[in-house]
């Protein structure tokens, strides 16, 4: 089921950046669809009844089953502050957008050709 | 029309992606055995044989290993640490590199020289409470990367939250701004000491970025080799280059 | 701990239709940050906690900034 909210928050994200003519919109729909994969990823790797990956006293032996996958959790991890860093270049280059064609609306901009 | 024409791509998109659900395992029914990540848990990845995975032979690992004794193969506790910083340490270098590159980025599009004024004074309360709260949300921060091998956290969220701190400096004081000659030299001289450290590894152990030191008890603080060491350099590293993007942000051109 | 997983997949289904088509950027850009934020619980609920703190640290704090710093830099556009 967290696959289902997952492919729905992806659809809603495509709806955003198909509808949507404002660029700020567009930089808000993907920060979504960024959300929405993270989600997605994280629930490839979930085992019913599994425990968080830490060895602690309580869970001192491996078993099988006993954990969830750690390895998306590895890569979900990175792919979040990378996250930040494209949305901030994305920011940036938004702010250079509105002073050079004084709007962010894609068809108000003055100087872009049709 | 748009509207349509967009509902209509993105319910295809949702239905393709939900045909392509029956090709994985369901929710929660996942097969660990079927997995590498097994060995990772279990940590005994050195003794795969990467022939019978790559024809298909399932190696499923046998040897108990008990918390609290010597003898693991990565000391750390976090079996998430232990993926990030020294099984697939490789792409953890990959991936500061991707954040240098974006935060360099921000500064080539942004390159201001003059911090941008809010306009109005910054509430009593917020300035009164950051001198209170700004110690602890560091300390709270340099917590996380330090005790990264042992409890969930590490250096990537220990860095966000210093650069949560000096964004709460920004908002709250008006004439603020970050010395960007310190934050770029920590960034380097960081984003070098990780490479360094591979490099040793190379020379000690025969591989780059190898775990050189001595693992330690599992569970205390002193343990799990290079891990803390590596985790304290990623998480000074985003915590400065973050910083970096925050007070870029606030940067302006003249005039 | 099923209907709290439909109850956070449905307040983040809500919050992302709102943050698309909110009429004024403000609201989109928080309603973005709650959706960050509730995703927290869907991640501690799979039990990832290391995750959980990146994105809590992540979605609620810097994001939203540097969105609201950015909106505010272009202050006086056509959406204010």
Known sequence: MVYAISIILIGIG????????????????????????????????????????????????????KFVDPLPQALVLTAIVIGVGTLAVGASLLVRIREKHSSIDVENMKGVEE | MRRLYAILVGAGLVYMLFAFLGTISPYGNVNLSDRVSAHFLAKDVNSVDASKWVSGDKQIPSKMKVFGKKGFEDGSANVVTSIVVNYRSFDTLGEVTVLFASAV??????????????????????????????????????????????????????????????????????EFSLNMVVSKSLEGSMGSLYVIFGLIGLAVGGAFLFNFLPNGVVGSLFSAGVVPL?????????????????????????? | MSALIWLAGGIMIVAAVFAVEAKKILDAVIAMSALSLVSVFLFIAMRAPDVAITEASVGAGLVTAVLLVTLFRMKGGDDK
């Open chain 2, 230 to 255: 590596v985790y304290m350099t990623i998480g000074l590293k985003v915590g400065s280059e973050l910083s970096g993007v925050v007070a870029e942000i606030h940067e302006e051109r003249e005039g």
């Open chain 2, 105 to 174: 980025g921000v500064g080539l599009i942004l390159g201001g020289t003059r911090r941008m004024r809010y306009g109005r004074k910054p509430n009593f309360i917020l300035r009164v409470s950051t001198g209170i709260l700004l110690p602890l949300i560091i300390l709270f921060g340099v917590y996380i990367f330090v005790h990264g091998h042992l409890t969930p956290g590490g250096g990537f969220p220990g860095g966000t939250v210093i650069a949560a701190a000096v964004l709460l400096l920004y908002l709250s004081n008006e």
């Open chain 1, 14 to 65: 495509i709806y955003g950046l198909m509808t949507q003519k404002n660029l700020f919109k567009h930089l808000i729909s993907l920060s979504i669809i960024d959300t929405a994969v993270n989600i997605f990823i994280i629930a490839t790797g979930y085992v019913e009844g599994g425990k968080a990956p830490i060895y602690t006293k309580s869970l001192p032996n491996f078993a099988i089953g």
